[in-house]
């Protein structure tokens, strides 16, 4: 079983460690890529792996290095196994794509700064991408955001997982504040009518598309 000690997750040899630093939109400035390499050899971390989140996790951290390693980082703890907000993944988009007609990257990195201190009854992930390409895996995420020339799709209930589930279109064509007022309105309603442990898309099978449209006033 994990034991919260700072962030990390201890691993299944029952002796070491892993910690996942926050990245948001899975953006790295150079700072943060030298602390990582000097960390990873200072403290002879053997493994460093790019997780499917967007996210790096450095795993077989000895327990009286984890305080030095976050101090030698300079990185927030990116939350990996609470049930609360895990992480934005955002595709590049307008920024650096040449298909991209939506700036993904930067609503990525709002969102993450928006929503990551919201309480959630079970994890929560976004998808977010910057044309119907759809390279953000919109529809597999809990919130999904798809940008089309008119504006932002919104998604929400899927997931990729065991049981997996395509989301619903909540809404098209929206600019980003209401596209933001929407999300924030389906999360309340989502973090306050689901069970603890029960993620999106199973709330949406059980509630309906039609009464969660109807509980946001859409
Ligand atoms: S979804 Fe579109 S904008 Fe984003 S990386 Fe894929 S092709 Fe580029």
Not at 76 to 102: M, S
Not at 164 to 185: F, H, Q, S
């Amino acid at each position: 079983m994990a034991e919260d000690l700072k962030g990390a997750i201890l691993q299944r040899d029952g002796e070491t460690y892993a910690v996942v630093p926050r990245t948001p939109a899975g953006i790295l400035s150079p700072e943060n890529l030298s602390a990582i390499t000097e960390v990873v050899k200072k403290y002879k971390i053997p493994v460093t792996k790019i997780t499917s989140g967007h996210r790096l996790v450095l795993v077989g951290i000895k327990k009286e290095d984890i305080d030095p390693v976050w101090q030698d980082l300079n990185m927030d703890i990116g939350r990996a196994t609470e049930l609360c907000f895990h992480y934005v993944q955002a595709c590049p988009g307008t920024a650096v794509c040449r298909f991209g007609v939506q700036d993904s990257l930067g609503l990525g990195m709002n969102l993450e700064k928006r929503f990551y201190d919201m309480e959630m009854p079970a994890k929560l992930k976004f998808g977010v991408s910057g044309c119907s390409f759809c390279c953000g895996e919109s529809y597999v995420r809990d919130i999904g955001i798809l940008g089309k020339k008119k504006g932002w799709t919104l998604i929400f209930g899927g997931n990729s997982g065991g049981r997996p589930r395509i989301g619903d279109v909540l809404a098209e064509d929206l600019e980003t504040e209401p596209l933001m007022d929407l999300i924030n309105k389906v999360l309340v309603f989502y973090r306050d009518n689901a069970k603890k442990k029960e993620r999106t898309a199973r709330f949406a099978d059980r509630m309906g598309v039609d009464e969660i449209k109807k509980a946001i006033g859409i």
